[in-house]
């Protein structure tokens, strides 16, 4: 007859070694969390911007208005919101104001593919403004970078003023060299359309 109180130092021993064995495991598991997903290289790549030549539009944030950034790259057909993407310029971003944005920040933005010599040019459309403020004031920016190692350099800065819905101007032309210099006195805000222009 056995005994309910029978002791048998097997089952310790037993039990020991798997607590022991789990035990390890938590402390490898919790070892190699930092190095699964290191955040410093993710935010190192997020910082460089993609292109050569980077035209930047922005309003004021609280406005529902949707204004329209376009280019025009020497030789390439003008890219805007009806026509995202050229040989050598893209349209990244076209914000359309309040609608479909989960956020309060307005502004364009649009990147190139090399730096082909010759004139460019940028151009600002008041497709709609629901928010029914006037006028509406719009900073560019023009920076360029020779490779994707190369430092961003700003070439031009400009505000300009949107007074009515459908209104499109010339922020700025300009030329660059074959090295992404800017060349002296190119720089006029001669109206060219794009909006409708086809080359």
Known sequence: MHDEFDYDPSDTVFRDVILLALLGFVAIAILLLPHINPK?????AAVD??????????????????VDLWVRAPGDVPVGYSNKGGLIFNLLRDDLGKVADPTDLNYEVAYSRGIPPGEYVVNLHLYRNASGTYPIPVKVT??????????TRHL???????????????????????????VPGSVHNLFAELRSARK
């Open 40 to 44: 410093g290289r993710t935010a190192e």
């Open 156 to 182: 031009v800065q400009t505000r300009a003023d949107l007074v009515r819905e459908g209104q499109e101007i010339t922020a700025f032309r300009f030329k660059l060299t074959e090295q992404g210099e800017l």
């Open 49 to 66: 911007p993609p292109g050569n030549v980077i035209v930047e539009v922005r309003w004021p944030d609280h406005l529902d208005t949707d």
């Open 142 to 151: 023009v920076s360029s970078r020779s490779g994707p190692s190369g430092p």
